[in-house]
């Protein structure tokens, strides 16, 4: 028993430790308090009832959509091709969820869907928009699905982008204790890097102090609180037709996930894209802009098709 208890202590002196050196780390990047200007002339921060909000508002037209980025990212990666492709005929919005990107790092361990979900609501009432059409990647996904479920009346539409119920590899170290500290210290960019832009864009959100223990706390939470909500009836309550696009070749996301997640679904369109990985929206552009066209406009078929 005395020998356990020391295992047990020992073990817990050692977890402990690696995280406290995890957050030291964490130090060498982030060193800016909050962002002080919006990224680029398309974005601008919008106070909201919960919080200031970094968005991506472009363009003019009906419907509106709202895109919801996947985990670590921020509207950067919506400004690699997919939102000026839709601009010309609609007005997108894009946010940085609280905790990534430029958004405001002040909601504790409540970093999350849920909190995302909601945020989604406050940025859609601060900009006097009534209805959506919600296009959610990855991780995104889950925030649509839930801001679908609870927001019905917001909500036209829903697309989703390399979506499915499944554990992306890259994330398994970062659920370990201790582990998961050490391993976001070392994380300079979350993901991939497609540009320079999108490095610049990126990094900039990389610097500010909270970044890492926000996503940190995110992807415990997904596994967790959050995974919960997800396999308990959300899916089923959404009623708005369903778009979802795949990359064939997505490494994150098994493809084969995505169709499982298909039969769950009241009214869902599965579109396959060949030779296409996690990030549709950057691979692709063309591509998915022309499929979320069609679909808004209700061309396409009520079945699955390829891209």
């Known amino acids: 028993m005395k ?20 957050s030291f780390a964490h ?11 919006p990224s680029d002339p398309d974005t ?33 990666d919506w400004q690699e091709g997919l939102a000026e492709r839709l601009a010309p005929r609609h007005r997108v919005i894009g946010i940085d969820y609280y905790g990534h990107g430029l958004s405001d790092r002040s909601h504790g361990g409540r970093y999350g869907i849920a909190l995302w979900a909601e945020q989604a609501v406050d940025v859609l009432d601060a900009l006097d928009i009534e209805r959506v059409t919600v296009v959610g990647h990855s991780a995104g996904g889950c925030v649509a699905a839930i801001f679908t479920a609870d927001h019905p009346e917001r909500v036209d539409r829903v697309v989703f982008i390399g979506h499915g119920i499944a554990m992306d590899p890259t994330q398994i170290v970062p659920l370990m204790p201790g582990f998961g500290e050490i391993r976001m210290a070392r994380t300079a960019i979350f993901g991939d890097v497609f540009s320079p832009e999108h490095e610049r864009r990126l990094t900039a959100a990389y610097t500010i102090r909270g970044t890492r223990a926000a996503l940190l706390t995110f992807l415990r939470r997904q596994y967790t609180i959050d995974g919960l909500r997800l396999v308990t009836g959300t899916y089923e309550d959404i009623r708005q037709p369903i778009l979802q696009v795949h990359g064939s070749e997505d490494a994150s996301i098994p493809i084969a996930a995505a169709r499982k997640l298909s039969s769950r679904i009241h009214d869902a369109r599965f579109m396959p894209v060949a030779g296409v990985g996690h990030d549709v929206h950057i691979e692709a552009p063309d591509q998915l802009a022309e499929a979320l066209e069609d679909f808004v406009s ?4 009520n079945s699955s098709s390829s891209l």
């Open 3 to 22: 020998t356990l208890l020391l295992v047990t202590s020992c073990l817990a002196l050692a977890l402990f430790l690696m995280s406290q050196a995890g």
């Open 27 to 37: 130090q060498q990047y982030e060193t800016v308090t909050r962002a002080e200007f």
């Open 44 to 76: 601008r921060f919008v106070k909201t009832r919960s919080g200031r909000v970094h968005v991506l508002d472009v363009g003019a037209g009906d419907p509106v959509f709202l895109l919801l980025h996947g985990t670590g990212r921020s509207v950067a």
């Open 298 to 301: 209700g061309k396409l078929p």
